[in-house]
C-alpha cells in the first residue's frame, strides 16, 4: 500500500482526490492538510484519519502526497515534498511561473521520486489511445480547441474560487487544452495571444516542425454556449478528440496506478511527468506576455 497525505479541501480534493484515494485498492488516505483547518478537520473526518496542522508532520507519514491546491500554493508544497522524498500526484497547472516550475523540476530531479501531473484527460484511457494513434499517423497542420465552460453560474462548485477568478482560463483549462495538443503536435516555439469578451483568451502556437494551433477557452461563457471541441487537420484528413470515457473520479484512479507503476518499476519518463507540467507553464508563461505586451513571443526550450 502506498500512504498518500492529501493536500488541500475544497471541491476536487474532496471530490476526487480524496474519493479517488480512498476508493484505489493500493493506496492508503493517511492525513489531510488543509489551509482552513475546519475544513481538513472536516474532510479528514469522512475518511477517518487525522487533519494535520503542519506540512512537514504530515510528510513524515506519508510515502506519496496527492495535491489539490491552487498553482501557488501546490508548488511550495511539492518542493518540501520532493526534497523529502515523497512521490507527487499533482494538480495543473504546476505553478504559476516559469521559474517556480523549474524548482520543482531540479527538487524532483535531485530527490529521484516519481510524479505525475492529473492533467484529467489524459488519463481517460479512450483518449490517451487517441492522441497515441493520432500523434503516429503525423502529417497534421494544424489543431482547434474550443474549450467554453460556465464556472461562475449560482451553484457551481467553483464559483468560490480565487484562483480561478484572478488568473482567468488561461491557467485554468489551458492546461487541459494543451495536454491534448501537444502530444500530437509538438512543442510549442512561439505564441500569440488575444483577448475576447468575458475573460476570453485565444492563442495561436507554432510547433516544432511548423504546425500551428488555435486556442479558445473561457471559464464565463453563456450557459447555453459550453463546448468542448478538439479537432486536428492534416495530410489524414479532419480527426476529432473523443470525450472521455468515464469520470474525474476513474481518471484519478488511472492517474494513481501510473504513479504506482513508475514506482514498482523505477521509470521516472511518464508522458505526463513533472517535465511535461513544466513545458504546459512555458508556455502558458509565454502567453501571459504575448497578452499583456501585444507581440509574439518565442520559447527558448
Known amino acids: 500500500m502506498l500512504r498518500f497525505g492529501l493536500f488541500g479541501t475544497g471541491h476536487w480534493a474532496a471530490q476526487t482526490h480524496g474519493a479517488g484515494l480512498d476508493a484505489?485498492?493500493?493506496?492508503?488516505?493517511?492525513?489531510?492538510?488543509?489551509?482552513?483547518?475546519?475544513?481538513?478537520?472536516?474532510?479528514?473526518?469522512?475518511?477517518?484519519?487525522?487533519?494535520?496542522?503542519?506540512?512537514?508532520?504530515?510528510?513524515?507519514?506519508?510515502?506519496?502526497?496527492?495535491?489539490?491546491?491552487?498553482?501557488?500554493?501546490?508548488?511550495?508544497?511539492?518542493?518540501?515534498?520532493?526534497?523529502?522524498?515523497?512521490?507527487?500526484?499533482?494538480?495543473?497547472?504546476?505553478?504559476?511561473?516559469?521559474?517556480?516550475?523549474?524548482?520543482?523540476?531540479?527538487?524532483?530531479?535531485?530527490?529521484?521520486?516519481?510524479?505525475?501531473?492529473?492533467?484529467?484527460?489524459?488519463?481517460?484511457?479512450?483518449?490517451?489511445?487517441?492522441?497515441?494513434?493520432?500523434?503516429?499517423?503525423?502529417?497534421?497542420?494544424?489543431?482547434?480547441?474550443?474549450?467554453?465552460?460556465?464556472i461562475y453560474q449560482p451553484g457551481s462548485p467553483y464559483a468560490g474560487s480565487r484562483w480561478r477568478r484572478e488568473q482567468g482560463a488561461l491557467w485554468d483549462i489551458g492546461p487541459h487544452a494543451l495536454s491534448i495538443v501537444l502530444p500530437v503536435l509538438g512543442r510549442v516555439t512561439r505564441v500569440a495571444a488575444l483577448d475576447g469578451p468575458g475573460g476570453m483568451v485565444h492563442l495561436v502556437l507554432t510547433h516544432d516542425g511548423g504546425a500551428t494551433s488555435a486556442l479558445s477557452l473561457t471559464l464565463d461563457a453563456p450557459p447555453t454556449a459550453l463546448a468542448r471541441d478538439f479537432v486536428f487537420y492534416g495530410e489524414n484528413g479532419v480527426e476529432t478528440v473523443p470525450p472521455g470515457d468515464g469520470n474525474a473520479l476513474t481518471a484519478f484512479g488511472t492517474a494513481v496506478d501510473q504513479l504506482l507503476g513508475q514506482i514498482d518499476s523505477g521509470e521516472r519518463d511518464h508522458r505526463c511527468d513533472i517535465r511535461f507540467g513544466r513545458e504546459v507553464v512555458a508556455v502558458l508563461a509565454a502567453a501571459e506576455t504575448a497578452r499583456a505586451e501585444a507581440r509574439t513571443v518565442d520559447l527558448h526550450h
Open 24 to 150: 484505489h485498492p493500493r493506496a492508503e488516505l493517511v492525513g489531510v492538510w488543509g489551509r482552513d483547518p475546519e475544513k481538513a478537520g472536516a474532510l479528514a473526518a469522512r475518511h477517518g484519519v487525522p487533519a494535520f496542522a503542519d506540512i512537514d508532520a504530515l510528510l513524515d507519514v506519508c510515502d506519496a502526497v496527492a495535491v489539490a491546491l491552487p498553482p501557488h500554493v501546490q508548488a511550495g508544497i511539492a518542493i518540501r515534498a520532493a526534497t523529502a522524498g515523497r512521490h507527487l500526484l499533482l494538480d495543473k497547472p504546476l505553478a504559476l511561473s516559469l521559474a517556480e516550475a523549474d524548482r520543482l523540476v531540479a527538487a524532483v530531479r535531485a530527490a529521484g521520486v516519481a510524479s505525475v501531473v492529473f492533467f484529467t484527460q489524459r488519463f481517460h484511457p479512450n483518449v490517451d489511445g487517441f492522441l497515441t494513434a493520432t500523434a503516429a499517423a503525423g502529417g497534421w497542420q494544424h489543431a482547434r480547441a474550443t474549450q467554453f465552460a460556465s
